[in-house]
């Protein structure tokens, strides 16, 4: 919704502009999400149908700008079947519900760094299945990043004993590397670019979600969504916030496909992390042990140096998804895909 003033700058205030949306709207997703969510917050215990939320939303704002010419149409040629559909829904809404689920249960900073183990899972995955040979030094920076997550993990439970939160918090690593797996898979099987897939796959899945969502909340929190009192009109400007944060990322996630080198999203990756990690200790608080602190900068190191042993020339496409998804935020190089809000997302 922003190209018409985006094409009226020059090439380095719309690089500005695009990396500004980008980086803002991927950091205040999680911190509008986490407030929403939290204990500390709203306590809007429904992280399931907060993703549906921010698909339906984000799908009727892309419908809308494509009847006003703003949206690129998209491509109908492209056939996706219905068994990768759905293969690809049921994980893409597993690694959805499991991140948000991740962010509404734990600290900022469990949540943040278990993200970032996604990549190393991923090329884990890659070498047992695919046979795919890393260097040593790319070995390295993997080890050292799930190192720091199990510092973070560890330390975690001793802080709170949340056993359900680092559980969940694992298996979105587990998902969300899959996810990012079976889109690169089936980008490649059925030529088909990213903003295609995101059209092909957000009704499936933000239907599903809308309708198994209310019970599987209900297993989370024990209450029905229905059920929620907006008490405080602040909660309902929350929710309505993280429905258009939501629709930033995944607009400024495609603004910035093929724009930017891999070293430069891994810049804008790190400095996402950092800011996360800062403003959700600023605004929320908490404890933070010595040894989640080690962890974090280890994690960190891991990925920084991942970044630059495996940094290459060709440009970046980044994974479709919510916010979240988050997120949708790991990048691609050539051993996966990145995703991002989501969130919940």
């Known amino acids: 919704f922003f190209s018409p003033i985006l094409t009226?700058?020059?090439?380095?205030?719309?690089s500005i502009a695009m990396w500004t949306l980008n980086v803002c709207s991927g950091v205040c997703i999680i911190i509008v999400n986490k407030k929403l969510m939290g204990s500390k917050g709203y306590n809007f215990n429904f992280p399931t149908c907060l993703c549906a939320l921010h698909f339906l939303f984000t799908s009727m704002s892309s419908k809308v700008g494509t009847m006003l010419g703003i949206c690129a149409p998209v491509d109908k040629s492209i056939v996706f079947p219905w068994r990768d559909l759905w293969t690809f829904t049921v994980v893409a809404n597993l690694?959805?519900?499991s991140l948000n689920s991740s962010l509404m249960f734990n600290s900022i900073v469990l949540y943040q760094i278990s993200k970032l183990a996604i990549v190393p899972f991923t090329c884990l995955v890659e070498m047992a299945w695919y046979s795919r040979q890393f260097s040593m030094g790319t070995i390295f920076c993997i080890v050292l990043t799930l190192v720091g997550m199990a510092m973070v993990s560890i330390s975690e439970l001793r802080v709170s004993t949340n056993v359900i939160g680092v559980v969940i918090a694992l298996s979105s690593i587990v998902f969300a590397g899959l996810q990012q797996l079976l889109c690169r898979h089936y980008q490649t099987k059925h030529s088909m670019p990213s903003n295609d897939l995101l059209a092909q796959t957000a009704l499936s899945q933000g239907s599903t979600l809308l309708i198994f969502g209310p019970a599987?909340?209900?297993m989370f929190s024990q209450r029905w969504v229905n059920?929620?009192?907006?008490?405080d009109i602040r909660a309902f400007h929350?929710?309505?916030?993280?429905?258009?944060?939501?629709?930033?990322?995944n607009f400024s996630q495609f603004l910035v496909l093929g724009k930017f080198s891999a070293v430069t999203f891994q810049l804008m990756?790190?400095?996402k992390t950092m800011l996360v990690l800062l403003l959700g200790w600023y605004f929320f608080g908490g404890v933070v042990t010595v040894t989640q602190t080690m962890g974090m900068f280890l994690a960190i190191g891991g990925m920084v140096g991942y970044g630059v042993t495996?940094?290459?020339t060709k440009k970046v496409e980044v994974a479709p998804n919510d916010e979240e998804m988050a997120s949708a935020e790991m990048l691609k190089t050539p051993s996966n895909l990145d995703r991002v809000n989501g969130g919940g997302k």
């Open 95 to 97: 690694s959805i519900i």
């Open 216 to 218: 599987m909340d209900w």
């Open 269 to 271: 990756g790190h400095l």
């Open 227 to 231: 059920t929620y009192e907006f008490t």
């Open 238 to 249: 929350f929710l309505l916030l993280s429905c258009i944060l939501a629709m930033g990322v």
């Open 310 to 312: 495996t940094a290459p």
């Open 8 to 14: 009226t700058m020059s090439n380095p205030l719309r």
